[in-house]
């Protein structure tokens, strides 16, 4: 059963800082692994997606890298804006037996961006 | 080209009464996966359809069902509801057949159980 963990739980950053939110799961046999932002009380919005194949994905100023050996995926965020803050969640996706596709989430990281 | 669309935005029964969520896809995306969203467990996968079928259930008692129609419309259904059954309840399409599979999720139903 796929587990995914993120720490921290939760950072606070002053803006302009970088920062780097981490992701680890336990099976490394996924089909790829997305990053999201979660808006309090809002639905989730798409940052990044990796695909197993790849070692990582660039989008303005958000980096996210994948090891799939060792089980382990990082945000990257540079210059931190308070428009930055928000719930940053990491999920590993399944595809078993060629169709059947599934997310595991990990707890999420709640960020906060200080002015 | 608008996004995942998920009705009611919020809705407050009482314990033993059932519900009805709905959620519309992307045009063009036929897989529609529902997730139960709760500050104790998290996320959790609930269920993907695609082509009015269910492909795949997470850990879920049976109280939790679903449907999808032929224009990929997808309806999620919780009987007899329990307090634990308050959650935020998030669908999101895909597009399948190839691509990157990336996920788009709606804004959510939140559910609260009196």
């Known amino acids: 059963k796929q ?4 720490i921290p739980a939760a950072l606070s950053v002053p803006e302009g800082e970088n920062l ?7 099976d490394s046999a996924i089909y790829n692994l997305q990053w999201f932002r979660q808006d309090p009380g809002k639905g989730l919005t798409s940052l990044l997606l990796i695909q197993s194949s790849q070692r990582e994905q660039t989008s303005g100023r958000l980096n996210a890298s994948l090891d799939k050996s060792s089980g382990r995926s990082t945000l990257y965020i540079a210059a931190s804006q308070p428009g930055d ?13 060629g169709s059947n596709y599934k997310l595991t989430f ?6 906060t961006v200080n002015p | 080209k608008a996004g995942v669309t998920q009705t009611p935005r919020y809705l407050i029964k009482t314990r033993g009464q059932q519900v009805t969520l709905s ?5 063009g995306h036929r ?3 529902w997730y139960q969203q709760t500050p104790g467990q998290g996320l959790q996968f609930l269920f993907e359809y695609f082509s009015e079928t269910q492909r795949n259930k997470g850990n879920f008692p049976g109280r939790f069902s679903g449907r999808q129609f032929s224009n990929s419309r997808s309806e ?5 509801l329990e307090l634990g059954d308050s959650a935020l309840y998030l669908c999101a399409s895909r ?3 190839g691509g990157k599979n990336i996920q788009y999720f709606g804004a959510g139903t939140r559910l609260s159980v009196l």
């Not at chain 1, 780097?20 to 336990?26: A, D």
């Not at chain 1, 803050?85 to 037996?97: D, I, K, M, N, Q």
């Open chain 1, 3 to 6: 587990e995914v963990t993120q």
């Open chain 1, 20 to 26: 780097v939110l981490n992701c680890s799961f336990t």
């Open chain 1, 85 to 97: 803050s928000a719930t940053y969640l990491c999920a590993v996706a399944s595809l078993s037996g």
């Open chain 1, 106 to 111: 990990g707890k999420g990281t709640l960020l």
């Open chain 2, 23 to 27: 959620c519309s896809p992307i045009s």
């Open chain 2, 31 to 33: 897989s529609v996966s």
């Open chain 2, 76 to 80: 999620m259904n919780v009987s007899t």
């Open chain 2, 95 to 97: 597009r399948t057949g």
